[in-house]
């Protein structure tokens, strides 16, 4: 499970963006997860809730936006969106898209005391 190192990160990020700002603590974090990204948002908030124990982030809300993947077909330039392979164009039946959007993962955003 690759949350915990993911998270990690994540929770890493916001401690120190809540220190740049002279936070007492941090209320809520806001993270983008694509779903084609592999992450699973509840084992992320599981392990943010872990991870910020004793941290001026403790009972912080944790807010996942999922962003659906979308893919282009190569073939007849359909837009479509995807979640699992195989991912056939439903234009054309065409194979092989190029993956425009889904596989994001960020901190979008934290808000802090």
């Given at each position: 499970?690759?949350?915990?190192?993911?998270?990690?990160?994540?929770?890493?990020?916001?401690?120190?963006?809540?220190?740049?700002?002279?936070?007492?603590?941090?209320?809520?974090?806001?993270?983008?997860?694509?779903?084609?990204?592999?992450v699973v948002?509840?084992?992320?908030?599981?392990?943010?809730?872990?991870?910020?124990?004793?941290?001026?982030?403790?009972?912080?809300?944790?807010?996942?936006?999922?962003?659906?993947?979308?893919?282009?077909?190569?073939?007849?330039?359909?837009?479509?969106?995807?979640?699992?392979?195989?991912?056939?164009?439903?234009?054309?039946?065409?194979?092989?898209?190029?993956?425009?959007?889904?596989?994001?993962?960020?901190?979008?955003?934290?808000?802090?005391?």
């Amino acid at each position: 499970m690759h949350e915990g190192a993911i998270t990690e990160n994540l929770v890493s990020l916001v401690l120190e963006q809540a220190r740049a700002a002279d936070a007492r603590s941090v209320t809520r974090v806001v993270a983008v997860v694509g779903r084609l990204s592999g992450v699973v948002p509840e084992a992320m908030a599981f392990w943010f809730r872990e991870l910020t124990r004793e941290t001026p982030a403790e009972g912080a809300v944790l807010d996942v936006r999922e962003i659906p993947g979308r893919a282009r077909c190569l073939a007849c330039g359909e837009l479509y969106e995807v979640d699992d392979a195989p991912w056939p164009c439903p234009a054309c039946g065409a194979g092989g898209p190029e993956i425009v959007e889904g596989r994001e993962l960020f901190l979008e955003s934290l808000e802090v005391d």
